[in-house]
């Protein structure tokens, strides 16, 4: 890919991100706010669940993956052949291959919750609050509302990678992968660094000290996942 290719490539998935990213912050936010209220129901956090949020990343996941991978098919010819649809298809391989993955992002974005709510609870025993007031600041939009847009737009960025990964190895096309950072000056430094690499579609990206398959690889720490914006690409061999 040329650079000019690239930077096309990238503004294109940074339009298709921010859609969805947009879609999906008042779902996110709404799940983050039921279990907060679980919480104040119960008075106790062993009642704050993942399932919920588990259920929706899948959502987030399956539909946002294989509508980029639908997007960027065009990259290289897909094998031909079985009874599915492409949307189907990818819906298929994404739960196939990140069902158990989801389900530790979502019991760590439940643990998150549940120690934001034991950080209320001993802000109120040092200060004497009371539980009304513990509530309140519960309920106050920026408890959800700044983690919904961290969390939709991580995950987003996450489920197109992989869909795209999965859908260009299924395709049977010997192909290159290469890392696209984002076009800007908020790119973190390991992602600029790694921005142009070219490897084979089996191989691993090193980023920061972490082997990645894509942007947006859980496999790395969340230094180098969390708000992540870059994309990978293919080049035909």
């Not at 899948?58 to 946002?64: R, S, V």
């Not at 189907?88 to 120690?115: G, K, V």
């Not at 309140?136 to 995950?155: D, G, Q, V």
Request: charged share 25%; glycine share 6%.
């Amino acid at each position: 890919m040329t650079i000019k290719e690239q930077n096309e490539y990238w503004l294109k998935f940074h339009r298709f991100q921010q859609r969805y990213e947009k879609k999906y912050i008042a779902l996110i936010t709404a799940v983050l706010k039921d279990q907060v209220k679980s919480y104040i129901k119960h008075k106790d956090t062993i009642y704050v669940r993942s399932g919920e949020m588990h259920g929706l990343l899948l959502k987030i996941h399956q539909q946002t993956g294989a509508a980029w991978a639908y997007h960027t098919r065009g990259n290289f010819i897909l094998k031909r052949g079985g009874q599915m649809g492409f949307s189907e298809r990818i819906f298929a391989l994404i739960r196939q291959y990140f069902f158990q993955e989801l389900f530790n992002t979502a019991e760590d974005i439940t643990q998150t919750t549940i120690r934001l709510i034991q950080d209320v609870l001993t802000r109120a025993a040092e200060t004497g609050a009371s539980f009304d007031d513990m509530v309140k600041e519960l309920e106050a939009a920026p408890f959800s509302a700044s983690r919904a847009r961290l969390i939709a737009r991580t995950e987003t960025v996450a489920a197109a990678n992989q869909a795209a990964i999965i859908n260009a190895r299924a395709s049977g096309i010997a192909l290159d992968k290469i890392w696209i950072a984002a076009r800007d000056n908020r790119t973190r430094k390991h992602h600029a660094e790694i921005n142009q690499t070219t490897i084979p579609l089996s191989g691993k990206f090193l980023v920061g000290g972490f082997e990645m398959d894509v942007p947006g690889d859980k496999a790395a720490g969340p230094g180098e996942v969390c708000n992540c914006r870059c994309v990978i690409g293919f080049i035909p061999i």
